[in-house]
């Protein structure tokens, strides 16, 4: 999404994409006492390039330890840190290859993607900013000793994109029990990538993207322990009903709002009794909930 706008995102059917985010009651949540944790949206998406490593030290320098990020795959198999299947949105990609439409993340080797600016369309400052490889994105989230919701983006796209990530992460030092008891969170629109995710690594705490039928939830609480919803499509009753229910590591599941980028919605999703909020603008979040 543009990191002045909230983007519209198609909910998956079962079998979808999986959202893991930390609560109260997760492991990955102990963050959290009374209020929702505070989650930067693609970093500080509203003052920085959105999933820039500049993003994620503005949301470090702002105080904030809660990052969210986007996982695609690249033609040469190397996994980068970007919102779109397309390249064009946000970097030059078209003026570097214009002949290359619709610039598709799949289509660019990992070469290719790093000549690519992804900061001048945000502003000049940040002209020269690159996309990073998830490599390079969890080095400096483990040097900014932040945290990390991680989204697993289009996996339709991208077959067994679910282990690689698992894999990185785990090279990195990520799937270690200090790290999954409080710093790490996968989620994803995809229900299977969910579940295979869970499937894969029993021990990470993991979140559904999307607002799933009431009569449904049961059959996810199988493979997730979040629901993470538009704050749109939220209300008391149904933020109640997830909350009756256990998920797969048996704590109460918990909802995760997004993207909330205003004081009075932020106010009214944490009346909800939402554990999380994910947001563009976490200043002006926190400033609400005080």
Do not use: C
């Amino acid at each position: 999404m543009h990191a002045r706008v909230a983007a519209a995102t198609t909910v998956a059917l079962l079998g979808g994409t999986v959202l893991i985010l930390p609560g109260p009651h997760a492991r990955a949540g102990a963050v959290r006492s009374t209020d929702p944790v505070i989650v930067s949206h693609r970093g500080a998406s509203a003052y920085a390039p959105e999933n820039t490593l500049a993003a994620i030290d503005k949301a470090a320098a702002m105080g904030f330890l809660w990052v969210e990020n986007d996982v695609q795959r690249t033609k040469d198999g190397e996994l980068v840190v970007l919102h779109d299947a397309s390249l064009a949105r946000t970097t030059d990609v078209e003026q570097l290859y214009p002949q290359r439409a619709p610039w598709k993340v799949k289509d660019f080797t990992a070469a290719e993607i790093a000549r690519l600016d992804a900061g001048s369309w945000f502003g000049p400052r940040y002209a020269g900013a690159r996309v990073p490889t998830l490599k390079q994105y969890m080095s400096r989230v483990s040097h900014n000793h932040q945290k990390l919701v991680l989204e697993i983006k289009n996996p339709q796209l991208y077959p067994g994109i679910e282990q690689q990530t698992l894999k990185l992460l785990s090279n990195e030092g990520w799937l270690d029990p200090a790290h999954l008891k409080s710093r790490l969170i996968v989620q994803s629109f995809s229900a299977d990538s969910v579940r295979a995710v869970h499937d894969l690594r029993p021990g990470i705490t993991t979140a559904f993207l999307g607002t799933p039928p009431i009569a449904q939830l049961p059959q996810y609480a199988r493979f997730a322990d979040q629901i993470n919803s538009d704050h749109t499509s939220l209300s008391s009753d149904y933020v109640s009903a997830v909350h009756v229910l256990h998920g797969p590591h048996g704590r109460p599941m918990e909802v995760f709002a997004w993207t909330v980028n205003d004081a009075t919605t932020a106010r009214r999703v944490a009346g909800l009794g939402v554990a999380g909020i994910i947001t563009n603008v976490p200043d002006v979040v926190q400033g609400a909930l005080r």
